[in-house]
């Protein structure tokens, strides 16, 4: 198979990351007989040092073109201080509605290996194997009006969080097709005691679950959901909600596995002619730029993303599990980052990308 990949490393650790996500793709390539022609292009604040801004022209049109795009991470502290629209994350947010890509999937899972990494007893985490489907291009993240206005007193900063019932339905269809081919259980997360938008989405959500009679459905509040997560995680099979909840709801998730390091994410959309998903994959973790350029960033969550994108995008599931089991082969041999807490030397950025292309073989 023959495939365009666009490559966005992004800023802080995104950059050496991504450099072993591509290591194991290249690798993949080379041993099932893939050809994989890569591009690589500016987001976030690299790109707004050296085109002025953070999702240039040149960007967005190579990511309209590739097949698929595989991103590391966006944000820089010397754009703390200046508006949403100035800065880094704003690239990220503008190269998600540009692909259309609106259902984000983040897989929390335990990893044996990683169960003393767990702030949670061994008991409540051995075994959690959940995805998180989070709404991508809507709700508050992009509702209008925003912004910041008037002075003294009364200054006001707005936000809005909206969704249109076409937009909520897209996202539950999409989480009962995942349900189906798992444990078959959804569960919608909301805030409907306060937002009409959750009324909204509640309604929206147990109308097509209608069509999903085989898959069970239940609701819970964003403050319980918060809450269950570490009290018994091993309830939930398919959680979908939206944009910012499943923002802050995926990152308190990711510690389960041991480390925000380990989680991989596809966003996923509108489906091509050939039947391949239009995806953007990208670790759930930030630029961490306190550990920028030091060579001990976790690049699980970065590869676990090119086995997500084999996966949707080209349909090999063949080469997508090798690479998970690869994965699992070096957290199960000690050979692991900083972040999670091994028994010896903790292993560099490259030997950990080096590791998993030795395991793939
Ligand atoms: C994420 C990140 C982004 C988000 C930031 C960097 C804009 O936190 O992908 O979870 O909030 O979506
Ligand atoms: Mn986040």
Redesign the pocket.
Known sequence: MEFNVLILPGDGIGVEVTREAVRVLDHICAKYGHKAHLKEALLGGIAIHKTGGPFPAETEALARDADATLMGA??LPEFDNLPPSQRP?KG??GIRACLGVFANLRPVRSYAALLDSSPLKNHLVDGVDMIIVRELTGGIYYGQPRGISGEGDTERGVNTMTYTRAEIARVSRMSFELARNRRKKVTSVDKSNVLECSQLWRKVILEVAKEYPDVELDHLLVDNCAMQLVLNPKRFDVVVTENMFG?IL?DEGAVLAGSIGMLPSASIGARRPSGAWVGLYEP?H?SAPDIAGQNKANPFGAIGSVAAMLDYSFGLKEEAAAVNAAMEAVLNSGRVTADLKPKGTPATTAQVGQAVCEAIG
Request: avoid cysteine.
């Open positions: 966006v944000g994350e990220l947010l923002d995926s759930v930030g």
